[in-house]
C-alpha cells in the first residue's frame, strides 16, 4: 500500500522559493586558468571569491545550478557552536586543537559579516545567540563540560538553564553574536562579486575526470578541459576518492519544515539539540508581522527510514511547541559527518602537491564552507593559517580514534553490499508497484529501480549505484533514489541529483507492467 495522505507545506525550500535563478553557461570549450574549483556552493564559492580577491584567475565548475545544492537546502546557521564539539576535541586531540577551531569558527562567523557589510549583500543577515540545549536532566553534566570547554577555547560561552523556547530545558550552552542569514542571497552575490573579479562559472557542467600533474586537467562530461595549477575539491562528498575519503564520511539526511509565527513572540536565537533524532530551531523574515519558524530534524541515512512519516513527526513536534500557522515549506538537507567530528579540508591525499579537498562538515557547512575558503586560499598562495593541520585531511595522531567510526561506517557500507544483494524487496513484481512510488524488484535476473508516475507508466533503471555500487532505495516523500551507502541521490530516470556518484544509472527495458 502506498502513503497516498498529502505531506505538510510547500515542498520546496524557503531559501530556493525567495531567490533568483542563475544561468551561468556551460563549459563548452576548453580553458586554462590558475585554479579551477569543482563544485558551486558555500566552500565553492568562498574558495573561488578569496583566491580571485588573491590575484588569481579561477573557474567554478558546478554540476547544477550554483547555490542550489545542499547549500540551498540548508538551515542557514553561521555559529562557531557545534553542540558538543569543543569538549569532545580537547578530550580526543588537545585543548590547542579546541582553541584552534574555536578561532577558525568564530573568524568565518565574522567574515561573513564583514562581507555582507563590505559588498552591501541584502540577505537577511542577522546576529543572534547561538544555543545547545537538552530537556533531559541526565544531560546537564555534558552540557556543562561543553559550556567549560568552549569557553577555554575563546569563545564566549556560558552555562544557563533558561532560554526563550516556550517549552522547559534542563540547560543549555549560550553563545552570544552568532549569525543567520539567506544563504542563496548571500552567495548569488558573492557570485557576481566573484566575476566582477574576473572569476568565471560553469552551470551544468559535471566535472568526470581528474588528471593531477603540472598542471592537473579537470575533464567535464562533455569532454571539455579545465587546465590549472590547483584544483579545489569542494563537491560536499568528493567526486573523485583517491583519498578514500568514503572510509571516513558518513552521509546524513534530514528533514525541514518552516511555518509563520507572529514576529512578536519569534525566537530571537538560534537552537539545537541532539534529542528526538534532532531538533533545530531558528527564525528568518517573512512579512512585516510575521517570521517563518524554521525546524530541522529526524536525521536519517540516506536509502533508509519513512522521511514521510518523519515529516509528520517533525511537523507533529512543531505544532504542538510553537503557536505557528500553517506549515509553509517543507524540505530536506544533506550533510557528511567525517569519522573524527572534525571536517577535512587540505590537500586531498598524501601524495596531492596541487589538489585540494572541502568536505565533512557535519551540518556546520555555513561557518565551515567559509573557514575553508580562507583556509585553502592561504595554502595556494603560501600563506598557511595556524589551524591548518587540523583540518589536514592527512591527518595520522587521529587515527586510532577513530578507529570506532571508521569501523561502524564500513560496517554499514558492508551490510548493505551483502544484506542489499540476498533480501528479496517488498514486491515481487513490477506490477505490485503502486502509481507515484517506486522500489527495487528483479527483472530478467537484474536488480531494477522501478518507478511507475502518477498516470501508471513504469520506468526502470539499475539498482546499482554508479559510485560504488550499492543498491539504491526510493525515497517517496522526495521522489527519488538513494544510495545508502554514500549518499548518491538519483531522479527517477536515473540522472545524478547529487554525488559522489558522476554518472547516471543506466536504463533498464521493462516488459509490460
Known sequence: MTDSQPLPGKDESFWMATAGA?????????????????????????????LAGAGRTVAVLEADRIAAGVSGYTTAKVSALHTLVYDRLRRTRSEDAARLYALSQRGAVERVAGIVTGLGIACDLERAPAYTYATEPAAVPALKAEAEAAAAAGLAATYVERTELPYEVSGAVRVDAQAQFHPRKYLLALAADLRAKGGQIYERSRATGLSEGSPCRVTVESGHTVTARDVVLATHFPVFDRALAFARLSPRRELVVAAPIAAGIAPTGMYITQEEGKRSVRTAPLDEEHRLLIVTGESFTPGTGDPREGFRRLDAWMHARFPVGETAYRWAAQDNDSSD??????????????????????????????????????????????????????RLKSTLREAPALLKQQAHVARHFAEDRLHTTHVDSVAEIPPGTGAVVRVNGQRCAVYRDSAGVARAVSARCTHLGCLVAFNDAETVWECPCHGSRFDVDGAVRQGPAVHPLEKRDLPDA
Open 22 to 50: 542563475t544561468d551561468h553557461p556551460a563549459l563548452n570549450e576548453d580553458i586554462s586558468v590558475d585554479v579551477v574549483v569543482v563544485g558551486g556552493g558555500i566552500a565553492g564559492l568562498s574558495t573561488a571569491w578569496e
Open 341 to 394: 567530528t572534525v571536517p577535512l579540508v587540505g590537500p586531498f591525499h598524501a601524495g596531492s602537491r596541487h589538489t585540494y579537498v572541502a568536505t565533512g562538515f557535519g551540518g556546520w557547512g555555513m561557518s565551515g564552507g567559509v573557514m575553508a575558503g580562507g583556509l585553502l586560499t592561504g595554502l595556494i598562495i603560501g600563506e598557511e593559517p595556524q589551524w591548518a593541520a587540523l583540518y589536514d585531511p592527512r
